[in-house]
Nanobody, 119 residues
Framework: EVQLVESGGGLVQAGGSMRLSCQGS????????IGWFRRAPGKDREGVACISRAEGAAHYAPSVKGRFTISSDNAKNTVYLQMNGLKPEDTAVYYC????????????WGQGTQVTVSS
């Protein structure tokens, strides 16, 4: 059974940093694309970043490019989202997702973790 567990959310002031973690189990980690999505109140779900070893690439939404970095530690079956320069508009529930092969992921989902950026 594929399982994804996010951690690392919380409250941070604007301009601050936060790192989210997504630990996966039940699948061959390095053969899957792992993506981070977010949903802010009243808004549609948005793809934030995605990484795929099969593709050999990472992708970012324009709204986070240059501020967020996605990385993976295959030995720990964990993908990280380092978020710097956080803005109030980054406030959302962040979800980790996985799919075989290439980005944008989306087959399996974690439970989500709340990130709140205060102004």
């Amino acid at each position: 059974e594929v399982q994804l567990v996010e951690s690392g959310g919380g409250l941070v002031q604007a301009g601050g940093s936060m790192r989210l973690s997504c630990q996966g189990s039940g699948f061959t980690f390095d053969k899957y694309a792992i993506g981070w999505f977010r949903r802010a109140p009243g808004k549609d779900r948005e793809g934030v970043a995605c990484i795929s070893r099969a593709e050999g690439a990472a992708h970012y939404a324009p709204s986070v490019k240059g501020r967020f970095t996605i990385s993976s530690d295959n030995a720990k079956n964990t993908v990280y989202l380092q978020m710097n320069g956080l803005k109030p508009e980054d406030t959302a529930v962040y979800y980790c997702s996985a799919a075989p092969g290439w980005c944008p992921a989306g087959d399996y989902w974690g439970q989500g973790t709340q990130v709140t950026v205060s102004s």
